[in-house]
């Protein structure tokens, strides 16, 4: 079946570090890749996504590229700052509304 | 436009007892998804409903059951409540099946705890 894995955390970064989460997959066919972000007490919110090989996906600065060959979808962010602190989910559908969703990773960015 | 709006926001159950979850999806989706959140198993996909009828079905055992009505909205079912139950309940609704690339939306969760 499905599956997700992504990097362990926490991960604690200084403002305007660099951030890089790890997220591999499995599947078949051809999945569409997603990163969901939770804040404290608050449900998923879509922060972006691809849907084929070689798509970028980008919001809010954060970027990831669908990377076929590498089964990875991996995010990044250039500066970080506080207010981005919250987990971060890698997920994916396999044509389907069903989402797989990675074990999350929880980021705390500080002054 | 109105998110996805789930209640009730918190329930304190007794085990044994049952429960019920609603959620409202966003005006135009006919898909809702329900998915449970603990620290232990992260976030585990309990079922999906589209027009009225159940598409897809998680690893779950029968006490969590679901429906959806004419109008889109989803109730969910738990009976004879286990401590472990006690999680976030998330709710997604989208455009429908068919939609592959669709968004799904969020609401803000239910968070029951079992006592």
């Known amino acids: 079946g499905n599956s997700v894995t992504q990097m362990e955390g926490p991960v604690t970064l200084s403002e305007e570090a660099f951030l890089t989460i790890n997220c591999t997959y499995t599947a078949t066919g051809y999945p569409s890749l997603f990163w969901y972000v939770q804040y404290p007490g608050e449900g998923l919110q879509l922060l972006l996504k691809a849907t084929k090989a070689d798509d970028k996906g980008s919001n809010k600065g954060f970027e990831a590229t669908y990377r076929k060959e590498t089964t990875s979808f991996h995010l990044e962010k250039g500066s970080v700052q506080v207010s981005d602190s919250a987990v971060y989910f890698c997920a994916l559908t396999g044509g389907g509304n069903k989402l797989t969703f990675g074990t999350g990773t929880q980021l705390k960015v500080e002054l | ?115």
Not at chain 2, 85 to 109: I, K, M, V, W
Request: charged share 15%.
């Open chain 2, 1 to 115: 436009k109105a998110g996805v709006t789930q209640t009730p926001r918190y329930l304190i159950k007794t085990r044994g007892q049952q429960v019920t979850l609603s959620c409202s999806p966003i005006s135009g989706h006919r898909s809702v998804s329900w998915y449970q959140q603990t620290p232990g198993q992260g976030l585990q996909f309990l079922f999906e409903y589209f027009s009225e009828t159940q598409r897809n079905k998680g690893n779950f055992p029968g006490r969590f059951s679901g429906r959806q009505f004419s109008n889109s909205r989803s109730e969910m079912n738990v009976s004879t409540l286990e401590l472990g139950d006690s999680a976030l309940y998330l709710c997604a609704s989208s455009l429908g099946p068919g939609q592959r690339n669709t968004e799904a939306f969020f609401g803000q969760g239910t968070r029951l705890t079992v006592v």
